[in-house]
């Protein structure tokens, strides 16, 4: 396993579009392994493979609660609602944004093995599969958000909290 170098924007590699993934062998596992180790490394939710410099459609994710997977070739079958949130992104540093996603997706796919697979995802899980497969389009989170302003942000991130966290101090449960 290594971890590899993040891109920054302005690394014209990551407004390219990625290739199909066909060969599903060791040297796949191999990144799909590097992937998740950086991926970790950063702190981050998501990776796509370009922002390694690897020009696959291939993503891997986690969003800490359960939900780890490695999604190649994958495309969005059928989607509801529409919502904005925040996103950052690990080729973006120091920087977050308001963008509007689905809420649901149903993505179809294929695993490590090649084999097709399907995921209905909603909320977090949603919007990094979206993020990332933007990623696979040579498309960052910045030129589709809304806005990137550190103070619209900052309100929009106070209204949510503030709506998540009732004055009374109790939180929703989940
Ligand atoms: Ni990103």
Redesign the pocket.
Known sequence: MAIRTIRIDGDPILSKKSRTVEKFDESLNQLIEDMFETMYEADGV?L?AV?IGILKRLLVMDDYEGTKKVLINPVIESHEGWEPGIEG????PDKNGIVERYKKITVSYQDQEGNPQTLEAEDLVARIIQ??MD?LNGI??TEVATTTDPDETEAFLRAQYAREVPEDGEEKGE
């Not at 992104?89 to 973006?92: A, D, E, M, T």
């Open positions: 998501g796509a922002q992104c690990l080729s973006v993020h990332e990623h960052l989170y």
